[in-house]
């Protein structure tokens, strides 16, 4: 069954080659579309399109149908083309005549980017909670451990004196400008393209601010001719908030790597967390991290690829956009298995305690020194010249006690300032508005009106 059918027949190579793999994917999009499709109902009957007995029969099968979804009662059966035809097929089979009247004022082309919206705006509510749950626990563990020291490096080199409380703290306060960056994104995925047709709207009277405020968008895609060029931006811009969170779990992830191996021993993590070799006896393997750090990477390289393949399209619909959905719904899924497992591992990391009274580090203690002389009046160049001597010679005799004040140094972590920004990007999110219409749609009575 197809949406598109004249009663004509399709090659049987020519059908699995253009549906491809949109039955795998189309189920994630299952939910959403029968959403899209109620409001969709509730607005035909409001311009005077649909009767309201008749909307409200559609209605109820389509809620009906969305707790089979949800009970996963629900797939898209041999021969069926994807979700849209699915779940217009089965409401003709328990409506008749009144089922086949769903797709008055829509194109196949709206109505899956307005499903896509809907799916994508739902699994960044996700990762944004996810994000902020792990930028949380990070804050955390910055307060508890604050005072154990490690050497910070540059260049692969020992620095300067760095904290645990200042590693943790900057990670947290990277997670949280990855959720304003997030947040923009969000705001533009929240918009509502129902009712662009094809790319030229109807000559249908459609109420689109009325499917808008139903389906719980912030806003409308005004020009429909722009609704279907999201198709393809939509997707690029997820990939590229997705890709920040996650370049910085693979920096995060680098950074464990390399604390938690016997040349630096920094951490540790208990045996259950790690993995053995078949050879080497005392090898307790990060593969944990290792998988996270290349998960994460090739995240980071979906966008590209959704450029690749939309790239120097023209206005309007093009069946290339088909082939996004297998390219970034699998990484959203994996950008949450990482989050999920860095939280559930990064609770139990073990510090070393006293890193740097190990002799190796005795020269990040250098600039401290240089510091010390210039607050005694000497110029900094001279001050500088003075220690390079000191270290050259074998003399430099480090001060191990550190008066760091300064906002975002070792001793004025300032992780009250960084929880509140972090605070305030989650507050901004819509998530309950959403989540009241949503709610509203599948539970309330809608089409309580009068024309």
């Known amino acids: 069954m197809k949406l598109w059918d004249k009663g004509g027949t399709t090659d049987s190579l020519t059908e699995r080659f253009t549906v491809g793999r949109d039955a795998e994917f189309d189920m994630l999009l299952a939910p959403f579309d029968a959403l899209g499709s109620i409001a969709h109902a509730v607005m035909l009957a409001e311009v005077g399109l649909l009767s309201q007995n008749e909307a409200a029969l559609i209605v109820n099968e389509l809620r009906n ?23 217009e097929l089965e409401l003709t089979r328990r409506l008749g005549d009144t089922g086949k009247k769903i797709h008055s004022g829509r194109s196949r082309n709206d109505q899956i980017i307005t499903d896509i919206a809907l799916f994508l705006r739902h699994k960044l509510s996700v990762t944004a909670h996810e994000t902020y749950e792990l930028a949380q626990i990070l804050l955390q563990l910055s307060d508890k451990y604050r005072d154990a020291l490690l050497p910070g ?38 918009k509502n393209p129902l009712g662009s047709g094809a790319g030229y709207g109807s000559s249908f009277p459609l109420d689109r601010l009325r499917t808008t405020k139903l389906l719980g968008f912030a806003a409308l895609d005004i020009n429909s001719i722009y609704a279907q060029m999201k198709r393809g931006k939509l997707e690029k811009i997820t990939a590229d908030a997705i890709a920040n969170i996650a370049a910085t779990l693979a920096k995060m992830s680098m950074d464990i790597t390399l604390y938690v191996s016997q040349n630096f021993a920094f951490v ?30 090739k995240i980071q390289s979906v966008g590209n690829t959704i450029s690749s393949v939309s790239r120097n399209l023209p206005s309007g619909y093009h069946r290339d956009m088909q082939i996004i959905k297998e390219i970034l719904f699998p990484a959203l899924d994996e950008l949450s298995d990482c989050l999920n497992m860095m939280c559930r591992t990064i609770t139990h990391i073990q510090i070393r305690a006293n890193i740097l009274a190990d002799e190796r580090y005795r020269h990040a203690f250098s600039v401290e020194e240089v510091n010390r002389l210039v607050g005694q009046g000497v110029p900094f160049r001279d001050a500088y010249s003075i220690v390079a001597k000191s270290i050259e010679s074998g003399s430099f ?44 749609l599948l539970h309330d009575d809608l089409l309580m009106f009068s024309r």
Not at 160 to 175: H, K, Q, V
Not at 409 to 421: T, V
């Open 397 to 440: 005799a480090p001060d191990f006690n550190l008066n760091h004040t300064h906002e975002g140094s070792i001793g004025n972590l300032c992780n009250g300032d960084i929880g509140q920004d972090l605070d305030n990007t989650m507050d901004s999110f819509p998530f309950a508005a959403v989540k009241k219409a949503l709610d509203s």
């Open 153 to 190: 490096y540059t260049h692969f080199q020992v620095a300067m004196p760095s904290s645990f409380g200042l590693w943790f703290g900057a990670y947290s306060e990277s997670f949280t400008d990855d959720l304003i960056i997030l947040r923009g994104i969000f705001s533009v995925i929240n």
């Open 268 to 297: 540790s993590f208990p045996d259950d967390l790690t993995t053995g070799s078949s050879i080497m006896p005392h090898k307790k393997n990060p593969d944990i991290f290792e998988l996270i750090r290349a998960k994460c990477n």
């Open 65 to 87: 149908i969305y707790g089979e979804i949800a009970d996963r009662r629900f797939f898209i059966e041999k021969g069926v083309e994807d979700i849209h035809s699915q779940i």
